[in-house]
Structure formats: C-alpha cells, structure tokens
C-alpha cells in the first residue's frame, strides 16, 4: 500500500541501506501500547485482513482492508475496532498534512517578495544550455545520447544549465532563507536527512519545476527509465540542498522518494562532496551487498546534472572545504506506484531481483539437463 500521495511525504524518514521502514505514522489516540506502532515496508500478503463494509466509514472500505496488510503485527492480534481507529489516525494525519502543506505555501507566496520573477516561469533559452535544448527540440534516444555520458549503468550525467540560471536560482535561495530568518518564520526542510536547503514549490516555484518535468525531464526519463514509470511522471518534489562545514556537511547512504531523481550542481566554489552510487535495489532487497560493477564515484560540476532512478542506492561524501548548493528533482509516477503494489519481481530493474532471477534459470536448465541425462542412462541400460 502506497501512501506516497502525501504532500507532505519529505517530514518522513526515508527509506534506505540501514535506516530500517522509516515511512510509519504513530496513531497518537491509541493506548500506549500501540504508540510506538509503525507500518510495514512490504504487505504481509499472508494475511487474510477483516472487512468493513459494514462501517460507516470517511475513507473507501476496501482502502482499509488493503491497509491492514501493512500493519506491523502486534496490531493484527487486536480487535476490529481498534484496527479501525489506529488506520483512521494514519488517514486522518495525511489528509491534515496535504491540507495543510497548501496554507503553508500560500502564507510563504502572500508574503515573500522574490527577487528574481524570472525564474518563477519557464525561459528555456536562458536557463539551459544550448547542447541541452537541442536534443530536447529532437526528442530521440540519439540525441539525448549524443549529449550523455553514462559511467555506471543507469546513472547519466550531462551539461543542463546555464550559468546565470544557477546564479540567479542561488541569489533567490538567498534571499528566500533571509526572509525567513528576518520574519522568524519556520520552514520545512527538503527531507529529514537534510537540515539546511529550501523547498523550491514552497515559495512559487512550483509552476516552474512542473513544466521542467514535463517538458524536458520526461522525455529524457520516458527513453531511459520506462520500467520505473518514466514516461508516466506526473509530480515533483523540487528542493536545494546545501554542504559546507557550516551546513550539512555529507548525506548517509540511502534512496529517494522518487522514480527518477535530478541532481544538478548550482555551485558554488567547494571541494569534495562526491556522489557514490551503490547499485539500484527495490524494496525487498535495499540492504544487499553491492556487486563490484556498481560502484560510482561521481564528481559535481556546476551546471551539469545527474539523472539515475530513485531507487538507485547512493549518498555524498564530506564536503571537505567552500560551500556546495543543488538543485533535486524528486520525479514520481502514481501510476508506477499503484502498479507497484501487484508486483513481486522487479528484475526489469532492481539488480538483486535480476541476479535471483538468473541464478533460478540456471538452477532450471541445470535440472533439465540432469533429468535428460538421466533419462538417456535408463534408455541405454
């Protein structure tokens, strides 16, 4: 069960190597022996869940059938009734965050003044580089290649910005984080791993990042990562983040809360901050051991991007000096996600899945192969 339709979703841990579920909602009304519950990762696709068709419920019946899956299992022991309250918490808590997520924003745009408007609508001509626009405007696999590179499977990286763009985006995220500071208003940070940066949706940037989607993230995901919802991205989650010893200074190890994810370098001068990749996992295998092929060293570049899929596993080494600033894309598909949910394999993409699914035809034509063996033995005797 996907609660990803929270707008709210950055609050919430993410998911990644060694950082356990991450994505649970504690029920505050429940006893407190069921405070410190938390939802399952993965469905328990054992159990037979109760129904609630009877009740006079606010959600669909059948959303809390399909939910109590994913409750851990201390809370399948207990009554319908308590069942029903500790999903309607979960259900209720989400609906108050995306409500309220739109009064947040509409507070910050009533009164922050940007310093920029430029930036707030697309200029393709300024803000990308030529190269870019090019096998934007041709729109085939060859043309986004010619201006790829590809070091690690799956990971692309490529000259997208210009450098006024990034720039004028870091005097805006200055100026924004001056806002703050002077009116004392309290901001959310992008995500819980990171503790300095903005949300650029929150401040009417929004607009911008949708187009950026649609019309040059998308075309480029829809060639590249198909079976991740590539040609299906539909919403965004678009933030700064910022490394320097006076600010975050590395990220740990983990994977995002996206289909595809955009990182682009905005500057400014700084030294270290590599990006590692690990190799792409679903779910059920994040923790695995990484194979030798899929270690990535990647280095920043002002102005060039990087494109890989959410689940690719990665984090960023210390940023050892200067003051390192980028631009995410966090790039979703519901319609991926719902499909998710009915799916077990994942080896069209999730390295691990791929190397069970190997070894399992191999084990098969190794079994085939003793059977007719054994079978031209007894035909001979």
Not at 312 to 331: D, E, K, P, V, Y
């Amino acid at each position: 069960m996907s609660l990803d339709g929270s707008l709210d979703r950055r609050r919430e841990s993410q998911p990644g190597p060694g950082t356990g579920n991450g994505n649970g909602v504690v029920a505050p009304s429940l006893p407190l022996s069921y405070s410190n519950q938390r939802l399952r990762l993965n469905p328990n696709t054992d159990h037979n869940p109760d129904s609630y068709e009877d009740l006079q419920l606010e959600f669909s019946p059948l959303l809390f059938s399909s939910l109590e899956r994913y409750l851990p299992p201390t809370m399948l022991k207990v009554s319908r009734n308590d069942k029903v309250q500790y999903m309607k918490d979960i259900l209720g808590g989400i609906r108050l965050r995306e409500s309220g997520i739109g009064e947040y924003r509409q507070k910050i745009i009533s009164n922050y003044q940007p310093l920029h408007r430029e930036l707030y609508t697309m200029h393709a001509t300024t803000f990308f580089v030529p190269s870019f626009l090019k096998a934007i405007n041709e729109n085939s696999e060859e043309s986004f290649r010619s201006i790829m590179s590809e070091p690690s499977p799956g990971v692309y990286t490529f000259e997208m910005l210009q450098p006024r763009f990034c720039e004028l985006l870091l005097y805006e995220v200055e100026n924004f984080e001056k806002w703050v500071h002077e009116t004392k208003f309290r901001i959310m940070r992008p995500n819980t791993m990171n503790k300095f940066g903005a949300v650029l949706d929150d401040f009417g940037l929004e607009t911008m990042l949708d187009k950026m989607l649609d019309d040059f993230i998308r075309p480029i995901s829809r060639v590249f990562f198909p079976e991740v919802g590539g040609s299906t991205l539909d919403s965004h989650h678009g933030f700064v983040v910022e490394y320097g010893l006076d600010r975050d200074v590395e990220l740990g190890f983990h994977v995002d809360d996206s289909e595809v994810t955009l990182n682009v370098c905005l500057g400014k001068q700084f030294s270290g901050g590599e990006l590692f990749f690990r190799g792409v996992r679903c779910d059920k295998h994040v923790n695995t051991e990484t194979q030798q092929e899929e270690t990535l060293d990647y280095f920043h570049v002002p102005g060039h991007a990087v494109l890989h899929r959410g689940r690719h596993r990665h984090g960023a080494r210390a940023t050892t000096s200067g003051h390192r600033i980028n631009l995410l894309l966090w790039c979703r598909s519901s319609v991926f996600r719902e499909l998710k949910k009915y799916q077990k394999d994942f080896s069209s993409w999730c390295g691990e899945c791929q190397r069970e699914k190997k070894e399992r035809q191999r084990l098969s034509v190794a079994a085939t192969k003793m059977e007719l063996l054994k079978r031209e033995g007894e035909s001979a005797s």
